[in-house]
């Protein structure tokens, strides 16, 4: 079983007004069944998701939705199709349920702010980074750097250098702000 879309390890997923998850997921899976989760926090059970149907999987590909875990975290989801070990199967870990907020814009974004200045970290902010991942957010939170793809390093000559004491933007600062205030 592999997931494509929608269940990442680290991410956050955005709670509804009921204060819960509602998150859709798609992938690829061998088998064919009922998609099942068991989501823990802390090792013990959620209550409600021991063995929960939470999607199908057919013809190669799995769909699911997973509803109702509680705002909070870190939690560990675990989807199984048949019995679980004897399956398919997906671990995702370190899954918050709360606020996706959306830093947009150039250079503001990119940050530029002394980094003797940065936000230390807060473990209950993510970021997703430009190179395809959920992590903490720490600055600099703008990956380009690392995530330029080959064709554009070769037609723009590569990433621009940065200094190492740059590279604090408005990110790492508002996300703990705002985790604080929710």
Known sequence: MHIHTGLFDHMV??????????????GECALEGTVRACVLQDGAVVPGFADRPVGEARLGRLTG??????VGGPYTIRLDVAPAGAGA????????VGDVWMIAGQSNAQGFGNRCDAEPPHPLVRAYYMDDRWAVAEDPIHNLDAAVHPVHAALCGGPAPR?????????????????RRT
Not at 65 to 70: A, D, E, F, H, K
Not at 89 to 96: F, G, H, K
Not at 163 to 179: D, H, L
């Open 13 to 26: 997923l955005q709670r509804t007004a009921a204060q819960v998850s509602d998150a859709s997921f798609s």
């Open 65 to 70: 939705r997973l509803q109702g875990v509680p």
């Open 89 to 96: 199967s997906a671990v995702i870990d370190d899954v918050l």
């Open 163 to 179: 200094s190492s004491a740059k590279g604090v933007g408005p990110g790492v600062s508002f996300g703990v702000e705002m985790q």
